[in-house]
């Protein structure tokens, strides 16, 4: 139950890049906060969206929606020389030969990926 | 109205993935071997912890323990019965440690030099979800599971057995009356976790005590 700080910290992480933004962007209002959380990432994502109307009420967040893409585990597979995408996370064998595997090519992220503004035209 | 999309591919946390890279290299230069214990709350992480400091300070070793929990000081208090220095951190409803803790810990802890030490181990807050996500620049991540909880127990939490480096099965000595299918154990950790050493212990009767306090010394040197 760590979702709280997690949220905490992509609004923060979001209100620090709205500050970086170019002049003809000041006010700009967030529509959408993309984020990409690998099966490994230990957050639950209907937790984090729940969250996120808390954190985000009073900042430039406000009213934006959370856009959750979930990434699938992807070991490498020594034998087979691939990269190979994982079912579950209860099996850590490459699918194609059952070779077993440590070697983490994708799934423990937990990053903001992107976000989307909205700005007024008249101040371009 | 416009509209348009930022890229920003930045980390979530990414200001505790750079302290915890501090921490790292301050451990290093130090020459000081640091552990990060996890477990579910009542596993037998401080039993477990307080043998294995008593066996290190019997052994000449100099090591020292941070202990997270969410009030009280009982662990604290207990783990220097071993003789050795240690440091209670309260995180008063945190359900993790975090680098920023350690690193505020190290720097107000007067009777313990990080060069003074051969090894400090960080007792995490007893939580089998949220710690897997906080770095604490420790080299070695140990999870403990007890014959108490039910051998499926890393099928069930995935995310942190896989981003173990050793696991410690505890309470051996009554593995017995609890039924505890041993083999099915091994077997879901290693599930998990392929290639996964794991300790077969007992803080009660020393079990698996010696094998664990050699794979520290080992560690230590760099052997594994």
Redesign the interface.
């Given at each position: 139950?760590?979702e709280l700080?997690?949220v905490a910290?992509?609004v923060d992480?979001?209100t620090e890049?709205l500050t970086t933004?170019p002049d003809s962007s000041r006010g700009a209002r967030v529509?959408e906060v993309r984020?990409n959380v690998g099966a490994?990432?230990?957050?639950v994502p209907d937790s984090l969206e729940f969250c996120y109307g808390l954190a985000s009420e009073g900042t430039p967040l406000e009213g934006s929606k959370l856009v959750i893409h979930l990434l699938p585990v992807v070991v490498h597979c020594g034998p087979c020389g691939l990269d190979a995408e994982l079912e579950g996370?209860?099996?850590?064998?490459c699918p194609r030969c059952g070779e077993?595997?440590?070697d983490?090519r994708q799934g423990?992220e937990?990053?903001?990926?992107?976000?989307?503004?909205?700005?007024?035209?008249e101040k371009k | 109205?416009?509209?348009?999309?930022?890229?920003?591919?930045?980390?979530?946390?990414?200001?505790n993935d750079e302290l915890a890279a501090g921490l790292r290299a301050r451990y290093a230069a130090a020459g000081v071997l640091v552990l990060n214990l996890v477990s579910s709350p009542g596993t037998g992480k401080t039993a477990f912890l307080e043998q294995t400091l008593r066996g290190l300070r019997a052994a000449g070793a100099r090591a020292a323990a941070l202990v997270g929990d969410l009030e009280t000081d009982n662990d604290a208090r207990r783990l220097a019965s071993a003789g050795v220095p240690v440091r209670q951190i309260n995180t008063h409803g945190?359900?993790?440690l975090d680098a920023e803790m350690i690193g505020k810990h190290l720097a107000d802890w007067q009777d313990v030099a990080l060069d003074q030490l051969e090894y400090l181990f960080i007792e995490n807050v007893g939580n089998l979800?949220?710690p897997?996500?906080y770095d604490l620049g420790e080299r070695i991540r140990i999870v403990l599971l007890s014959v108490t909880e039910g051998e499926d127990k890393p099928?069930k939490y995935?995310?942190?057995f896989?981003?173990a480096d050793a696991a410690v099965i505890t309470k051996m000595d009554i593995a017995e009356p609890c039924g505890f299918d041993r083999e099915a154990a091994l077997a879901n950790i290693?599930?998990?976790?392929?290639?996964i050493r794991i300790f077969e212990t007992s803080a009660k009767s020393g079990a698996g005590m010696e094998e664990w306090l050699a794979y520290l010394a080992e560690a230590r040197a760099g052997r594994s």
């Open positions: 139950m760590h700080s997690i910290s992509i992480s979001v890049t933004l529509l984020l490994l990432a230990s957050v996370v209860q099996s850590f064998r077993p595997s440590i983490l423990r937990l990053e903001i990926d992107s976000i989307e503004i909205e700005e007024d035209e | 109205m416009t509209t348009r999309i930022v890229e920003l591919r930045r980390g979530i946390l990414k200001k945190i359900c993790h979800v949220c897997s996500s099928l995935p995310t942190l896989n981003s290693k599930e998990i976790r392929p290639g």
